[in-house]
Every structure is written in structure tokens, then in C-alpha cells.
């Protein structure tokens, strides 16, 4: 049974930095991508960040480029992926999700989609000004 759990969300003021931590079970982690997406009241749900290629390529959203960075850590049984976000500003207030499935799907020509298998639960990061 595939689980997505995220973890890390919290309350922050602009400038300042976060990590959100993913772990994901039950994948077999050679063929997946997992990646982070957000949403905030009243968007559209937005790709982030994924990591594929057993770690080896990321993929960013332009806009985000060169403030959060995306990794991966393989354990046996267990993939954990973690999203370090730097000089955080207030419209990066959203929920957070985590996802899992394949590249393919999930980028295409240089996008993320939220084309994915499974999905977290969410968790929360709020920006102050």
C-alpha cells in the first residue's frame, strides 16, 4: 500500500525559510517522480518542484527557481523527499501536497502537472509580511 506523508508545514515570517519533509512507502522508488505542488484559497493547484531519476534530475517552476530546492533521500522501503524554501514571501502562502507518479506525466515540455498516482494529505505554510 503506496503512503504519502508530509510533514514540516508551520507559520513563518517573509524572509525566512522552511523544509517540508515527504516520505513515501510503498513506491518502488526506480521508477517514480515525486514531486510538491500548493494551492491557495480560490487557485488553481500548482506544481512546485519534482525529483525523478532515482534523485538525479529536478525540475523547478520558473518562478521559483533559485528559492526552494528539491531532494531526495533513498532508504529501503522508504523514499523521503524533502522541498528547503528560502526568502519566503507571503504570496508563497498555500497548503503544501505531496505527490508520487511518473515523469512522464508529470512533466511535460518543462511543466509540472498534477498528473499523478497518489497524493499527501497537505500541510500548511503561512508567510507573514
Known amino acids: ?11 513563518v515570517q517573509a524572509g525566512g525559510s522552511l523544509r517540508l519533509s515527504c516520505a513515501v512507502s510503498g513506491y518502488p522508488y526506480s521508477s517514480n517522480c515525486i514531486g510538491w505542488f500548493r494551492q491557495a ?9 519534482v525529483i525523478y531519476d532515482g534523485g538525479d534530475t529536478t525540475q523547478y517552476a520558473d518562478a521559483l527557481k533559485g528559492r526552494f530546492t528539491i531532494s531526495q533521500d533513498n532508504a529501503e522501503n522508504t523514499v523521503t523527499v524533502y522541498l528547503q524554501m528560502n526568502s519566503l514571501k507571503p504570496e508563497d502562502t498555500a497548503t503544501y ?3 508520487a507518479g511518473f515523469a512522464a506525466l508529470m512533466v511535460v515540455a518543462g511543466r509540472i502537472r498534477p ?3 497518489y497524493w499527501g494529505q497537505g500541510t500548511q505554510v503561512t508567510v507573514s509580511s
Do not use: I
Open 1 to 11: 500500500q503506496v503512503q504519502v506523508v508530509e510533514s514540516g508545514g508551520g507559520s
Open 115 to 117: 498528473d499523478v498516482n
Open 41 to 49: 484559497p480560490g487557485e488553481e493547484r500548482e506544481g512546485v518542484a
Open 97 to 99: 501536497y505531496c505527490a
